[in-house]
């Protein structure tokens, strides 16, 4: 129960102190320009924001005041910075100010492959795998 007030306050947070008052700036993603700054389930959270420095620094104070309201504490050396479109030594200037290691695509997210060409076989084979071995137990 915790938790999911946690996460509540995260939403929260996120929704009107950040994203309505431009704090933090997600991204615009398909052709409809949907607006997207973060994915929650269960106790995970994936951010979408604008590469700038000013950004990050806006996501550190709202995780901030989550662990301060919340009594929860972000582990950030369970979390991972990606960069998409941008130099590799600027991902690594941001990990270090975020106190993060540096994500790789592709990665796996609730079992399911991120940044993989999910048109090649290949990339199918695992999740088919896991089903697979769900439905046979």
């Known amino acids: 129960m915790v938790i ?10 996120i929704n009107q102190a950040a994203v309505e008052n431009k704090l933090f700036t997600g991204v615009d993603i398909g052709c409809d320009k949907i607006h997207l700054s973060h994915l929650q389930y269960a106790d995970d959270t994936i951010f979408f924001g ?3 420095v000013n950004n990050l620094r806006s996501l ?5 005041c989550f662990e301060l309201t919340s009594g929860l504490k972000v582990n950030y050396h369970k979390s ?6 941008v130099e590799p030594h600027e991902v690594e200037d941001m990990a270090r ?7 790789t695509f592709p990665f ?3 079992g399911l492959p991120i940044g993989a060409k999910m048109n090649k076989e290949a990339n199918w084979k695992p999740v088919i795998e896991k089903f697979e071995k769900r439905l046979a137990d």
């Open 4 to 13: 999911q007030l946690g996460q509540t306050i995260v939403c929260l947070y």
């Open 50 to 52: 604008k590469w700038d």
């Open 60 to 64: 550190m104070n709202l995780l901030k």
């Open 80 to 85: 991972n910075l990606f960069g998409v479109g």
């Open 97 to 103: 100010l975020f106190g993060c290691n540096i994500g």
């Open 108 to 110: 796996t997210y609730l």
